[in-house]
């Protein structure tokens, strides 16, 4: 009898046995698919930030591209407002020039219609004459005439005078010697440039060939005056 009931419960225990370990192998079987799910996850999650890694530098690159865009349209209406400034100022120049050619034009005709070439001697005593003082355009005339016409700067007039003689200024006198008028003529009565400003009150004329030496002050006309001599006709203080 004990015997029996010793077979039966080793046979139980062996039954327990049996399926405790099919429950072990089936509990390996599910960690498995556990550890196998689990790395599935981790996966997924890696290919998920992975992704959103990639949107985001993505993302960076075209905010990137965006600044850049902006600020090569900024550089270019900063150099397209340049541009136009300096468009501006050219056509301002322009406009000035175009302005200063008209009237050099308007004055070059003015004074050609004046003179021709068979009268451009007699046209340079007359403009150093009739418009000695050298204000406004009348000096620029007495230039333009000497640049573009061939003149004689040494031609006499009815009196015996040179241009050189009737100038009224300092600047009309370095004008007519730079270009080759001689001071060293006399007129029909003897007299010589220095007497002719020092009667016309010429002051600053006076003293600059005085002070220069340009002149032979001593020297006499055919009444046997000097230039001193003008000058106290004048009533004038050297």
């Known amino acids: 009898m004990e015997l029996e009931l010793f077979e039966i419960v080793h046979q139980c225990i062996e039954q327990e046995m049996v399926t405790l370990q099919a429950r072990t192998v089936d509990l390996a079987t599910d960690m498995e698919q556990v550890l196998r799910l689990e790395a599935e996850v981790q996966a997924a999650i890696g290919e998920v930030v992975l992704r959103a890694q990639k949107k985001e530098a993505a993302h960076q690159l ?35 020039a175009a302005k200063a050619r008209a009237a050099k034009r308007q004055m070059i005709a003015g004074v050609r219609a004046a003179i021709s070439e068979k009268e451009g001697h007699a046209a340079v005593v007359q403009e150093v004459e009739m418009k000695g003082q050298v204000v406004g355009g009348e000096f620029r005339n007495l230039k333009i005439l000497i ?77 046997g005056k000097t230039a001193l001599h003008w000058a106290c006709a004048r009533n004038n203080n050297f």
């Open 147 to 223: 640049e573009h016409y061939v003149v004689d700067l040494n031609a006499i007039s009815n009196d015996g005078r040179s241009p050189l003689f009737l100038a009224a200024s300092f600047l009309m006198y370095k004008l007519l010697l730079d270009n080759g008028a001689e001071r060293s003529g006399v007129d029909d009565h003897g007299r010589t440039a220095l007497m002719h400003y020092a009667y016309a009150a010429h002051f600053q004329l006076v003293e600059y060939c005085v002070r220069k030496e340009q002149f032979q002050l001593d020297a006499k006309d055919d009444e």
């Open 62 to 96: 075209r905010v990137q591209h965006l600044q850049a865009r902006q600020e090569a349209a900024t550089l270019k209406a900063s150099e397209l407002a340049t541009q136009e400034a300096a468009l501006k100022a050219a056509v301002a120049r322009e406009e000035v």
